[in-house]
């Protein structure tokens, strides 16, 4: 590693991969990852008249009933009067939406318990996350429209290996995170250089103890190279992407400084791999379309986060 990329002050002692690993198994599990409100999920999988029943179920949860109707009533959507029934609500925003917020909900919930007492700008790294998410599902609706939530569960956790750093390792992340300011050139190089792996590597290292999808494993250690991933690929590139997008508009804060030039996307390996395929006339409705859902994407994080 060059001299140039390095933060001025380093203390930590950098660590093997087996200590590392060690390190791991005591570090607090997700449970909404492996299974999450599954009553919820079929309820919303079934016919529009279930709708009192979904209800019934959101209004379990206060956190969840909080978000649901905050999004309803944002910007956003602009109903000319406050929606206050739960059911109104469901109506309006549709399974699909619900859906994505059941999941974000426990998610972001159990992301906060693990870095607890940990100091860093969080409510704007949730931020971040759930915007790749958002954007995530844009991207690939563009090319074909999902009819399960790997592509948003993949936006939303790409950078679970920073909040496990964070949980784990803190030394370790204070070191990097704290240090930021003063670095320059790349944050996996330098997170290498501190405490052993990257972010990605940690992140695919953790969700692999906790038993998750390798398909997840895979998304969350590829999405910087997704000219790697083997299993999911179009979802890596889409991840990658909209993590280079969401970056590029300042929206939430990923932890690195790093500039994301405008449209250095296009030269991405994962919009290669995405669209590389399609026509300039084709390149340019696709481009606006991104730009258009970055737009709103801000409105809808003010309900959520």
Not at 227 to 241: C, E, M
Request: glycine content about 4%; proline content about 4%.
């Amino acid at each position: 590693m060059s001299p140039e990329t390095l933060a001025p002050h380093t203390t930590c002692e950098r660590l093997d991969r087996t200590h590392i690993d060690a390190r791991l198994s005591g570090c607090a599990c997700l449970p909404s990852l492996s299974s999450i409100d599954s009553a919820l999920r079929e309820l919303l999988g079934a016919d529009q008249r279930y709708t009192s029943q979904i209800a019934e179920i959101i209004r379990r949860d206060p956190s969840l009933t909080a978000r649901l109707l905050r999004l309803v009533n944002s910007v956003y959507y602009g109903m000319a009067k406050p929606v206050k029934n739960i059911e109104e609500a469901v109506f309006y925003l549709g399974v699909r939406q619900i859906r994505q917020l059941a999941m974000v909900t426990p998610i972001i919930e159990d992301f906060q318990r693990l870095t607890e007492g940990r100091r860093f700008p969080w409510r704007q790294f949730w931020r971040h996350c759930i915007a790749v998410a958002l954007m995530t599902r844009e991207i690939t609706d563009l090319l074909q429209s999902q009819d399960d939530e790997i592509d948003y569960v993949a936006g939303l956790i790409h950078d679970v290996g920073k909040i496990v750093m964070a949980s784990a390792f803190p030394d370790h992340f204070t070191e990097i995170y704290h240090n930021r300011d003063q670095m320059t050139g790349d944050l996996l190089q330098w997170e290498k250089e501190v405490l052993g792996v990257d972010h990605a590597e940690l992140g695919a290292m953790y969700l692999r103890k906790q038993r998750l999808p390798e398909v997840f494993v895979e998304i969350v250690q590829c999405h910087h190279t997704p000219q790697q991933a083997r299993l999911q690929s179009g979802v890596t590139a889409a991840v990658h992407v909209a993590d280079m997008l969401v970056r590029h508009t300042k929206i939430g804060d990923s932890g690195s400084k790093a500039e994301v030039p405008f449209e250095s996307w296009l030269e991405s390996p994962g919009w290669k791999i995405l669209f590389g395929h399609q026509t300039d006339a084709e390149k340019s409705i696709t481009r606006a379309s991104l730009n258009r859902s970055l737009e709103r994407i801000p409105s809808i994080l003010e309900s959520l986060v």
